[in-house]
């Protein structure tokens, strides 16, 4: 996602870089903004040929990620043991131990909620378990705080990158995850991924900076508007974070 975000910004600068170098040229308003784009096009493709090339054989860790929680508990538990050492790998039903440790894992869109964290706090105690981990595919910071809060159990909070990066070296990422995944769901992936509340402090930042750079440029008008865009993503970043709630 950091990928996509960070070409539409390099799209929008170099488009504004090319607008205001055309305009010390005499050419009509349509000319300039069909120029500008054009120039936008082939710089933007360039650097997406040089900078960004991928195997199409290996999936993105995004897809990886919208491919367990498609596939499930049980698939991800088959990945999980495929990174095993020498087989070290045991199913507990609730959990698993992988390499001596003992993992739950947690495959959805959604965070995992307090009732599950005291779920799992529950079980490790039942099994006089001193330490564990969750393996989620949602991370959410305010769950890692409950979870450090429990004390007498060292439960670590972490996603699947570790995972993805093992079955990647050892060359085990699944191939059919194309045919696995709606696009519809690809894009709802996307969307909780980008309209963060994080990412909304991150906009009006952006737009706070645009705004005071706009008081000092002759481009005043420029600034404002992309001040503008960026103040309206951190308003949907903000909403969608209350909708999540």
């Known amino acids: 996602m950091s990928i996509l975000l960070d070409i539409i910004l390099l799209t929008a600068i170099v488009f504004l870089a090319a607008y ?7 050419m009509s308003l349509g000319i300039k903004l069909l120029t500008s784009g054009l120039i936008t096009i082939l710089f933007v493709t360039l650097i997406k040929k040089l ?6 054989n290996v999936i ?15 698939r991800a538990k088959e990945l999980l043991k495929e990174t095993c050492q020498d087989g070290n790998f045991e199913d507990k039903g609730e959990y698993v131990i992988a390499d001596s440790k003992v993992i739950f894992l947690w495959t959805k869109y959604g965070s995992i909620s307090a009732d599950t ?11 006089n378990i001193d330490e564990a981990y ?24 972490c996603t699947f990158k570790d995972v993805y ?3 990647r070296k050892q060359d085990k990422l699944p191939a059919d995850v194309r045919e696995k995944i709606p696009a519809a769901q690809l894009l709802k992936l996307i969307f909780h991924s980008a309209f963060t509340r994080k990412n909304g402090f991150r906009f009006v930042g952006i737009s706070l900076l645009l705004l005071a750079i706009s008081f000092f440029t002759p481009f005043r008008n420029y600034y404002i508007i992309l001040a503008s865009i960026n103040l309206a993503l951190s308003i949907g970043c903000l909403v969608a974070g ?3 709630r």
């Open 20 to 26: 205001i170098c055309l305009s010390f040229i005499s």
């Open 51 to 56: 900078f960004f090339k991928k195997n199409s």
């Open 60 to 74: 993105s860790y995004r897809r990886f990620v919208t491919y367990l929680i498609w596939q499930g508990e049980e």
């Open 117 to 127: 964290a005291v779920k799992f706090y529950r079980t490790c105690k039942k099994d």
């Open 134 to 157: 969750i393996l989620t595919t949602n991370s959410d910071k305010k769950m890692m705080g409950l979870i450090r809060s429990f004390g007498d159990v060292a439960l670590t909070y």
């Open 165 to 167: 990066r093992r079955l």
């Open 242 to 244: 209350l909708i999540r």
